[in-house]
């Protein structure tokens, strides 16, 4: 299994980003996706995941109404449209799958990720 995570980069507050998670090597129907990040000198923390069958969608409550989850099934890809950014949204971002469709918030309930991709959000 492959996840290649791509989008990150230098956006001032206050503008918007788009990740792609391009997902490869089995077939995703039955499982969780989600993006995952790790800031600088902090643990890593949920920020959204979905439902690869269904779409439906969870969120963290401090990107919830800014970040929308989705997924493209027939490119197998999963998008995080990240919207009204914060300097605090400054992180690697990991996009991680795991098998079965239960909402999964922790690291260690995933089984595969990508490389990360770095989101900088200057003030």
């Known amino acids: 299994v492959q996840l290649q995570a791509s989008g990150g980069g230098l956006v001032q507050a206050g503008g918007s980003l788009r990740l792609s998670c391009a997902a490869s090597?089995?077939?995703?129907?039955?499982?969780?996706m989600g993006w995952i990040r790790q800031a600088p000198g902090k643990e890593s923390e949920f920020v959204a995941g979905?439902?690869?069958?269904?779409?439906?969608?969870y969120y963290a409550d401090s990107v919830k109404g800014r970040f929308t989850i989705s997924r493209d099934t027939t490119k197998n890809v999963v998008y995080l449209q990240m919207d009204s950014l914060k300097p605090e949204d400054t992180a690697v971002y990991y996009c991680?799958?795991?098998?079965?469709?239960?909402?999964?918030?922790?690291?260690?309930?995933?089984?595969?990720w990508g490389q990360g991709t770095l989101v900088t959000v200057s003030s």
């Open positions: 090597g089995r077939t995703f129907t039955n499982s969780f």
């Open positions: 979905i439902t690869w069958n269904l779409g439906t969608a």
């Open positions: 991680a799958a795991r098998t079965g469709v239960a909402f999964a918030s922790s690291q260690n309930q995933y089984r595969w």
